[in-house]
């Protein structure tokens, strides 16, 4: 039970520090958060990298897709908050949730993966949920529901591109990604820079980074401990978590749409998901046509 534990305690540290962002993007500029958020995570990872040695961090494999992924990292984390600025904090966890599935329908063109028909229906249902959850009108073309989607899909991209990058530690794929979002977001906080007003929100900037930076701890702990099939479908209280918090504290009630887009969304992910599992430990055995 430790490694579920862990890993239900991480997803709540990620909600909280998902909301933790809209309260302080509505007060805050965008630039402003990022770059305090990414200044409070380099503070906890300095002691990991001064470990690891400096030359072990820069030191990795294919510069130009690490550029890539650092490029795309930063741009889902500016689309984030952006998003939640605008929207409920669930609807852009779903939209967000939604990554997995962009994932299993890109990886036959760009990794020459194989998916079968199965995958394909969950990946289909799971497109429909997206759309459900936009809630096909005007609406859906708003901007910042169009930057959700372009977020989410970056995430999803650079999820893919991790998969090229498995034999690069852990500690520089953080580093670089952290480092990437606090550079950009020093480009841009002069241009709205406020003003800190109060102590709560001082002291939530500087939570910002070391909140999230607890998250992947907690769950790298928990993947370490247990088996990617008992914690990594916990991933979706995420959504729980970003109805109760953007009920609480934001006054969001979910709409109806959303939640049956939602339910479509964690349906297909968690299909997608163990049945990748399944065909992997047949193929272990012995090479079959994918399903």
């Not at 329908?105 to 959850?133: D, K, Y």
């Not at 900037?205 to 999230?212: E, N, Y």
């Not at 109805?243 to 049956?260: E, H, K, N, Q």
Request: with cysteine; net charge positive.
């Amino acid at each position: 039970m430790t490694g579920p534990l862990i890993m239900l305690l991480g997803m709540l540290m990620f909600a909280l520090n998902d909301a933790m962002g809209k309260w302080l993007v509505a007060n805050y500029g965008l630039g402003q958060v990022i770059l305090v958020r990414s200044l409070a995570a380099l503070v906890i990872l300095a002691p990991f990298l001064w470990k690891a040695g400096l030359r072990s961090v820069l030191s990795v494999e294919k510069p130009w897709m690490q550029f890539t992924r650092v490029v795309l990292s930063t741009l889902e984390v500016f689309c984030f908050y952006y998003a939640v600025m605008y929207l409920p904090l669930a609807d852009v966890m779903t939209y967000w949730l939604a990554a997995p599935i962009y994932v299993a329908a890109a990886s036959p063109l760009l990794l020459g993966e194989n998916v079968g028909w199965r995958r394909w229906c969950a990946i289909a249902a799971g497109f429909i949920g997206v759309i459900i959850t936009l809630e096909p009108s005007s609406a859906m073309f708003t901007l910042p529901a169009l930057i959700s989607i372009v977020g989410s899909g970056a995430f999803a991209f650079m999820l893919l591109s991790g998969r090229s990058l498995r034999n690069t530690p852990d500690k520089s794929l953080v580093f670089f990604q952290v480092a990437g979002a606090g550079l950009a977001g020093l480009a841009f906080a002069p241009f709205d820079w406020a003003p800190i007003s109060s102590g709560v929100d001082l002291t939530l900037l500087g939570l910002l980074g070391i909140v999230a930076m607890a998250a992947h701890m907690l769950v790298n702990r928990a993947l370490k401990i247990s088996d990617a099939a008992t914690v990594a479908p916990l991933q979706y209280t995420l959504l729980l978590w970003a109805v109760v918090f953007g009920w609480m504290f934001f006054g969001d009630v979910p709409r109806l749409g959303m939640l049956v887009g939602a339910g479509l969304i964690v349906a297909s992910g968690l299909f997608i998901f163990f049945r990748e599992r399944q065909l992997k430990a047949r193929n272990a055995v012995s090479p079959v046509v994918a399903e």
